[in-house]
């Protein structure tokens, strides 16, 4: 009787100590967040680590865990501590994945680590990451296939694989950037259609299982454009290429439209959020909106009339020939001399984004001053592209 006594008072102890526990790790998840919405990274770290050793089995101590080392993630940056934050990111999202096959968040996070990761590298490492972004798309498909998200990465990833080597070509046989297809050369032209017809039509089959379930996505209907041209450079005969350029140019029209009409459907709206066009963007819901940095925010309109130098980005010529339009986003940091210091990707077309980062990085702007002292700030860029009478 007496152990029967000392049992269930273990018992009680235990569960009031796993409450305890849980109340703690919880606390320490909300002090967490705030720390990463004032951009306090390290500390968000200490906090999120804290809350899954008070209690393991807190999924969403981990997720943040996992975040706050990916937003610390550089793409392309080489040196130690940038490859330790994505190391550690991925080591995170992967134990989520051990308890929960199907996390749609950390499967999201890990194809978009997987696709920033093909920005930099030899050929061979952008390949392996293009694959491995692959991969892991088809995993969210098989976990939600209601989600039109990875079918677009798909057929992004596959407009990717094809485009380099096939405008190499192009060059090579001296077609310029405004010729339509075929690739003159026969034999260069064959080569292609034995590396590269089946991911062309992959692709297209892919975004056009993203427009099924996503009818407004114009994103998705660009990429269809600049696939179907690619599939008019490997065409066997002339006939077969216009037929290829007219059903690209059908697709472009839709993707204007639909843009034109989203805008008039926002244009009542406070803000339009726009989803992402590169880089997959996904973070815990109470985490989204942190800012990035621990620069004073501003908004877009207000830093807009502080500008004393706007220069305008050049229309790249490939752009303009696969008649791509739209709007590239950055977050950008302003020092307190008014120059822009540095730009984070939000939102664009990857032949648009080069030049727009370009033209921002020369804009400058008057200082702005707290308690009389210039301090750095942070806003948000768009710069439109947009064809006129082409």
């Known amino acids: 009787m007496k152990t029967t ?49 008070l209690d393991p089995h807190n999924l969403q101590a981990q997720l943040y865990l996992a975040t706050a080392y990916y937003i610390q993630w550089v793409p392309g940056a080489d040196h130690p501590e940038n490859q330790q934050n994505h190391d550690l990111a991925a080591k995170q999202f ?8 199907n996390n749609l968040l950390a499967l999201s996070m890990m194809a978009s680590m997987a ?51 096939i405008q190499s070509a192009r060059i090579a046989v001296k077609m310029n950037a405004t010729e339509s297809g075929p690739i003159t050369d026969p034999t260069v032209r064959a080569t292609l259609q034995s590396q590269y017809w089946k991911t062309i039509e992959d692709g297209i089959a892919n975004l056009e299982k993203c427009l099924e379930l996503d009818p407004k996505n114009e994103d998705a209907m660009s990429y269809v454009n600049l696939l179907l041209r690619k599939k008019a450079d490997l065409e066997d005969s002339a006939e077969a290429a216009r037929a290829d350029v007219a059903r690209a140019e059908e697709w472009f029209n839709k993707a204007i439209d639909t843009r034109k009409m989203k805008a008039t459907e926002s244009s009542s709206a406070p803000s339009v959020a726009y989803p992402p066009a590169v880089a997959i963007q996904a973070v815990p819901p109470s985490l989204s909106a942190a800012p990035a940095a621990r620069e004073l925010r501003i908004g877009g309109l207000v830093a807009e009339k502080n500008i004393i130098r706007k220069v305008q980005p050049v229309y790249p010529a490939l752009a303009k020939s696969g008649r791509i339009q ?65």
């Open 5 to 53: 006594r000392l049992l269930a008072l273990a018992t009680v102890l235990s569960g009031g100590l796993f409450a305890q526990n849980t109340e703690r790790s919880d606390n320490e998840v909300t002090q967490g967040t705030a720390a990463y919405k004032a951009g306090q990274y390290a500390e968000a770290v200490a906090h999120f680590q804290r809350a899954m050793e």
């Open 94 to 101: 992967q134990t989520v994945l051990d308890k929960d096959p």
């Open 115 to 165: 696709y920033n990761a093909a920005a930099a590298g030899t050929a061979e490492e952008k390949t392996a990451a293009l694959d491995e972004a692959a991969r892991w798309n088809q995993r969210r498909i098989a976990a939600s296939p209601g989600d039109a998200e990875p079918y677009y990465y798909l057929g992004v990833i596959d407009w990717t694989r094809v485009f380099t080597p």
């Open 326 to 390: 739209g709007s590239v986003g950055f977050t950008v940091v302003i020092g307190t001399d008014g120059n822009v210091e540095s730009t984070k990707l939000v939102k664009g077309h990857p032949l648009l984004v080069e030049a727009a980062k370009e033209a921002v990085m020369q804009w400058k702007y008057r200082p702005v001053l707290l308690k009389g002292q210039a301090v750095k700030i942070m806003t948000d860029v768009v710069i439109n592209f947009t064809l006129v009478n082409e």
